[in-house]
C-alpha cells in the first residue's frame, strides 16, 4: 500500500509556472507506475500524465503536451508535474495516483487528497 500527499498547488498567472509534488509513503515505490490527473468544476476526472514503472516511459494529454512535464525521484519516493506556460482551462484539483506494477499510464488504484491549482487570466 501507498500513501500519497500532494503539494505545490496554489494561485498563478495565464503564462506562469507551477510544480506541483507528490510524496509517498510505504515501500517499493520503484514498483509503481505513477500519474497526475485533474478534475475542474462541473468537468470529468481527466487524465493529466503518467510515467511508468520499469521503463518511465511518459504520456500526456494532448492539452497539456509541450507545457507540463512529469517525473519521479525513485530515491526520495516523489513524483512531480512541471506546468509551464499555464492557462485559465488547466485551473482544477490535480490529484497523484498509483499504480503498482502497472504496464500502462491509464488504471490507477491509490489517489491523493489533491491540490488545488488556479490560473488566473
Known amino acids: 500500500q501507498v500513501l500519497l500527499v500532494e503539494s505545490g498547488g496554489g494561485l498563478v498567472q495565464a503564462g506562469g509556472s507551477l510544480r506541483l509534488s507528490c510524496a509517498a509513503s510505504g515501500r517499493s515505490f520503484s514498483t509503481y507506475t505513477m500519474g497526475w490527473f485533474r478534475q475542474a468544476p462541473g468537468k470529468e476526472h481527466e487524465f493529466v500524465a503518467g510515467i511508468r514503472w520499469n521503463d518511465a516511459s511518459i504520456s500526456y494529454t494532448d492539452a497539456v503536451m509541450g507545457r507540463f512535464a512529469i517525473s519521479r525521484d525513485n530515491t526520495k519516493q516523489m513524483v512531480n508535474l512541471q506546468m509551464n506556460n499555464v492557462k485559465p482551462e488547466d485551473t482544477a484539483i490535480y490529484y497523484c495516483?498509483?499504480?503498482?506494477?502497472?504496464?500502462?499510464?491509464?488504471?490507477?488504484?491509490?489517489w491523493g487528497q489533491g491540490t488545488q491549482v488556479t490560473v488566473s487570466s
Open positions: 495516483a498509483a499504480a503498482r506494477w502497472a504496464p500502462s499510464t491509464s488504471n490507477y488504484n491509490y
